[in-house]
């Protein structure tokens, strides 16, 4: 049996992966198309991870080893189980109970390995790049779970992915209520803050930090991040997917549908990413407690009133 | 140095993306303030003023040309100003007229490449892509004139080297049309971007007096309030014949360089235009041969896109000036920083290190080396000895 659920891990982690450098290609062909240029070739998400694979590992002389390179590969983990009980939840109609919350601490967990590799360099960029990712958490998380709890509410308090969608099936998604939209879109915005996607790459600000915690990574332990980061195109939509669209059935003319749904999603990410600077981390903060959190309040309250 | 605990230093340089050029700058932080800055320019030393005292005139003009890629008409500008200002030499109304066409142009594509780059290092990639698409036909319109898109090699002592024929001015008109249209669409797209503005909105105020005191030039200084001009206060070339305005505002932080620099090139397209009804009607010879130069000094001065840039000559009658210094724009505007990078975030910082548009090869006429080596030479004692020597041979005392 245990063999059988680690086939399922294997089997969810390779087509995260695959799936995440399919989607990475799409975001850099859409924004190419954006900026007036070409964009790249279909393989090359591909090419440059089995590139960076195969490139030499470069270790901090003062910096803490095991944390260095154990960070990018825990952040793996984090994504191959969040993507592994998103996908099950949304395919198989698995799950089990508070599965939803186990998904929101994975997914803090992830932005900690960020901190936790960039700080361990003791890279000046890295530092503040590592400090700028636990503001923009401390911001974001709130928001966030007021966010999920808006799907919970209205299934009728269950915490379980499956039910959630079941409710869904059966009285229409979430986004078609007042308080389903505004959790959306304040959703929407979280999960760019997240991914540290324009407007909200202020950890990884290339033009002032050199890519932030990600300064001193190469090789193997850098295509794994760069890898994280094309997982989390698929996991992190699919969970809005999930959570608002109430998810999909992979039959007939619903397939269809679920791509509909999923690249809906995906489109207004890139369009927001293409259309605006980097804002500070003071504005980003202020934007997340001052605006997103009363209007995840407002939503909340909205769901317990069943609006 | 006080250990401080809360004091970090961030390097910006000599490599970092933010900057094209080599150069240093140490930022002193306290948590994400930055409290103190420290400038080390010298790091794209070249000898341009040494090799241009090997060089005859036509020669050191283009090598003036080879100091910066971007303005890369206006130190040939003020150069031929300089060598022109020793004998007074006269060039002709359409040799005057090509200059400032050439000129205007490259303001334009120099304030749209910065753009780009604003928008680059403010993490707004689509504004650096549309900004330099646009940026296109401007190289397109100096490849029809001189055959280059950039380092056109037009001036000459006395005038220009390449004639813009009627047939030119014909092809280069539905250019200038269309660059002025897609021009006012894209200012108008920053000007009223308000994610844009509050963004840059009140970041890296430098004040009137410090503009003042700093001696800060071109739109840096224009932005805080201090209308200087060249192209104005002493118009050479085509300028005085010429209807424009000057663009000044007056808070002084990065959004007004912005607005400065966007109104600029409207105004830029409108002095084109301009110069091209004229060449239409003004005929006439584009050069005045000069065959040598007398002994004396000359200054030349012009508004290059980042500001007044400065040439001084001394001839001594041969074909080689034994003296040639160059002063560039960015020279004095890069030490503004200290006032108006300090007490602000690191990330409302480096966007202001980026708003004087500093072009660091343009500044770097003089390399320090400070070390305790025995045989280190100290540079500057030599250069201000080479200077009271000259100084000396002049005055005879």
Not at chain 2, 49 to 75: A, D, M, N, P, Y
Request: net charge neutral; charged share 20%; hydrophobic share 45%.
């Amino acid at each position: 049996m245990i063999g059988l659920k680690f086939l399922y891990l294997l089997g969810f982690m390779v087509a995260t992966a695959v799936f995440g450098l399919i989607v990475g290609w799409v975001d850099r062909k859409l924004s190419a198309r954006v900026q007036f240029r070409v964009g790249p070739p279909f393989l090359q998400n591909f090419n440059d991870f089995f590139k960076l694979m195969g490139k030499e590992t470069i270790l901090v002389r003062n910096g803490i080893h095991w944390l260095f390179i154990t960070a990018p590969l825990a952040a793996f983990g984090m994504l191959v189980l969040i993507s592994t009980m998103i996908w099950t939840a949304l395919i198989l109609h698995r799950g089990f109970g508070g599965d939803l919350i186990v998904v929101m601490y994975l997914m803090m967990i992830y932005s900690v390995a960020l901190v936790l590799g960039g700080a361990s360099t003791g890279n000046v960029y890295s530092s503040i790049g590592a400090g700028r990712e636990i503001k923009l958490l401390l911001g974001d998380e709130l928001v966030f779970i007021m966010i999920c709890l808006v799907p919970v509410i209205q299934s009728n308090y269950t915490l379980r992915l499956d039910q959630i969608i079941t409710h869904q099936a059966e009285n229409g998604m979430v986004i078609g209520s007042v308080s389903g939209a505004i959790a959306f879109v304040l959703g929407l915005l979280c999960i760019q803050a997240k991914m540290a996607l324009p407007p909200f790459h202020i950890p990884e600000a290339e033009t002032e930090l050199v890519e932030g915690p990600l300064m001193e990574y190469s090789g193997p332990l850098l295509a794994f991040w760069k890898l994280n980061h094309h997982m989390m195109y698929v996991a992190y939509p699919l969970l809005l997917v999930l959570l608002f669209f109430g998810g999909f059935k992979l039959q007939g003319i619903d397939i269809l549908w679920a791509v509909l749904k999923y690249l809906l999603i995906v489109v207004l990410m890139i369009l927001i990413k293409n259309t605006n600077p980097r804002v500070r981390i003071d504005t980003a903060l202020n934007f997340f407690w001052r605006i997103a959190a009363p209007l995840g309040l407002a939503a909340v309250l909205l769901a317990v009133l069943g609006v | 140095m006080k250990l401080n605990e809360n004091v970090n230093h961030v390097p910006v340089g000599p490599f970092h993306p933010l900057l094209e050029e080599a150069e240093y700058f140490n930022l002193t932080v306290e948590g994400e303030t930055v409290v103190d800055i420290d400038m080390d320019i010298g790091w794209m030393h070249r000898g341009h003023e040494f090799i241009s005292e090997q060089k005859t005139f036509t020669q050191s003009i283009f090598l003036v040309e080879r100091i910066c890629g971007i303005c890369s008409t206006s130190h040939p500008l003020a150069c031929v100003h300089a060598f022109e200002d020793v004998d007074n030499t006269d060039i002709p109304e359409r040799a005057a007229y090509i200059r400032s066409l050439v000129g205007e142009l490259e303001r334009i594509h120099s304030h749209l490449l910065w753009l780009g780059l604003a928008g680059h290092f403010i993490g707004y990639d689509t504004l650096w892509m549309w900004s330099w698409k646009y940026r296109e036909p401007v190289l397109q319109m100096m490849e029809i004139i001189s055959g280059n898109r950039n380092h056109y090699g037009m001036m000459r002592i006395g005038g220009v080297a390449r004639d813009v024929d009627p047939d030119r001015v014909k092809t280069l008109r539905p250019i200038l049309d269309m660059l002025d249209k897609k021009l006012k669409m894209i200012v108008a797209a920053a000007k009223d971007d308000p994610v844009l503005k509050s963004r840059l909105k009140g970041v890296g105020v430098l004040t009137k007096q410090d503009a003042i005191e700093m001696c800060a030039t071109g739109p840096t200084s224009r932005a805080s309030g201090v209308p200087g001009d060249v192209r104005t206060d002493e118009p050479n070339d085509a300028y005085g014949w010429l209807d424009f305005k000057v663009i000044v505002t007056e808070n002084g932080d990065v959004w007004d360089k912005l607005v400065v620099r966007l109104l600029e090139m409207l105004e830029s397209t409108k002095i084109c235009r301009q110069c091209l009804d004229k060449l239409n009607t003004v005929k006439g010879p584009i050069l005045n041969d000069v065959k040598e130069i007398s002994a004396g000094e000359g200054i030349g001065r012009y508004e290059a896109p980042r500001g007044e840039v400065f040439h001084y000559v001394r001839t001594d009658g041969t074909n080689r000036a034994i003296r040639h210094k160059v002063r560039a724009p960015s020279y004095v505007n890069i030490p503004t920083y200290s006032a108006s990078c300090k007490g602000i975030p690191i990330a409302d910082a480096l966007i202001t290190l980026a708003s004087v548009d500093p072009c660091y090869c343009c500044t770097e006429r003089a390399l320090r080396v400070k070390g305790e080596h025995p045989d280190a030479i100290d540079f500057l004692k030599l250069s201000r000895a080479k200077t009271e020597r000259i100084r000396r041979e002049i005055h005879g005392h």
